[in-house]
């Protein structure tokens, strides 16, 4: 059993009528193989059994508190945050589980100089299993990598130390960036030279359910796009090189999204970021190797794999 009084790692959980998946979640974390740590569960005001699923596990431990974060949940992050009592701070989502030896890998991990360590995550939609996804492979500088290319990663793969949590600031409340404020949060992590390490294991669920509409996903792009633009060089300072690097960028979200809508079903909102992908950038071998699934797609009458 930890020390309540000094935990090593703190685990913040934000929650909204997730009990029957917290009460996975909470399993996974109590079954980790290191165990000084506390769980602070975040819960905004859930209208289901949140309570008596916490409530049930009767370890010190875990502790649950009630805040409204009125549809923000890098509000429910950023209040855990606040009452974490370690220097290191893993997120779990309250729909994700852990794999046991989770915190004992990553903390093995950290050196003096290291201020976030992230793992892979096996992808599930729906409760089958969709891909394994490993982060940081070859990857030198994390600001341009997660700025030009993407491919940021969830808060259920990451430990960071909390001390750099607080240095930028940590998650941003911002309306606008809602569904995105984890990408934000990771390019100013790197933007501050935070030096990230990663582990190319899978000690992670990450759980995708219930289907997005159309509308989460225009305004998850949107959300992106007001990221990118913010971090991106001034007009007046960007070279030729800095243009061509923002039109394949925009190139990347375009048809990140289409995929997203195809996924949902809307053809006709796919076909047009398809092409606003092609005209922002259009030697982008994903896009072709997209359109091509896409048009699979049409002739068998399903909405397409997941690409990736």
Same mark, same amino acid.
């Given at each position: 059993?930890?020390?309540? !009084?000094?935990? %090593?790692?703190?685990?913040?959980?934000?929650? $909204? +009528?997730? *009990? *029957? #998946?917290?009460?996975?979640?909470?399993?996974?974390?109590? &079954?980790?193989?290191?165990? +000084?740590?506390?769980a602070i569960v975040v819960n905004n005001y859930s209208e289901d059994n949140t309570v008596d699923v916490v409530n049930s596990f009767n370890d010190p431990r875990v502790r649950?508190? +009630? #805040? @409204? +974060? =009125?549809?923000?949940? *890098?509000?429910?992050r =950023?209040?855990?945050?606040? !009452?974490?009592?370690?220097?290191?701070?893993?997120?779990?989502?309250?729909?994700?589980?852990? $794999?046991?030896?989770?915190l004992k890998r990553c903390l093995e991990e950290f050196t003096p100089e290291t201020g976030l360590v992230c793992h892979g995550l096996r992808f599930e939609r729906d409760g089958i299993f969709w891909k394994n996804v490993v982060y940081g492979r070859g990857k030198k500088d994390m600001f341009n990598h997660l700025l030009y290319i993407g491919n940021m990663f969830p808060p259920?793969?990451?430990?960071?130390? @909390?001390?750099? !949590?607080?240095?930028?600031?940590? #998650? /941003?409340?911002?309306?606008?960036?809602?569904? &995105?404020?984890? $990408?934000e949060f990771l390019i100013k992590l790197a933007k501050a030279?935070?030096?990230?390490?990663?582990?190319?294991?899978? !000690? &992670?669920?990450?759980?995708?359910?219930?289907? =997005?509409?159309?509308?989460?996903?225009l305004r998850q792009m949107e959300a992106t796009l007001t990221i990118v633009n913010k971090f991106f060089p001034a007009a007046g300072e960007a070279t030729l090189v800095d243009r061509l690097k923002i039109r394949r @960028?925009?190139?990347?979200?375009y048809v990140g999204f %289409?995929?997203?809508?195809?996924m949902e079903g809307n053809r &006709?909102?796919?076909?047009? $970021?398809?092409?606003?992908?092609?005209? /922002?950038?259009?030697?982008l071998p994903k896009l072709y190797a997209a359109l091509v699934l896409f048009f699979v797609s049409l002739a068998t009458g399903q909405k397409g794999k997941a690409f990736r």
């Open positions: 059993m930890g020390d309540t !009084l000094h935990p %090593a790692v703190s685990i913040v959980i934000p929650t $909204y +009528n997730h *009990a *029957a #998946f917290l009460r996975q979640a909470l399993d996974s974390v109590v &079954a980790q193989t290191f165990t +000084n740590w506390e649950l508190v +009630n #805040f @409204r +974060n =009125n549809g923000c949940i *890098a509000a429910s =950023n209040k855990g945050l606040k !009452l974490a009592n370690a220097d290191l701070v893993a997120f779990l989502d309250s729909d994700d589980a852990w $794999y046991p030896d989770k259920s793969a990451i430990v960071v130390r @909390r001390e750099h !949590l607080l240095q930028v600031g940590g #998650f /941003s409340e911002d309306p606008s960036l809602i569904t &995105a404020e984890d $990408y030279r935070i030096r990230f390490r990663f582990i190319h294991d899978i !000690l &992670a669920i990450y759980r995708r359910h219930g289907g =997005n509409a159309s509308r989460s996903v @960028r925009m190139a990347l979200i %289409a995929r997203a809508f195809q &006709a909102e796919a076909l047009h $970021y398809f092409w606003k992908s092609a005209k /922002s950038f259009p030697f």
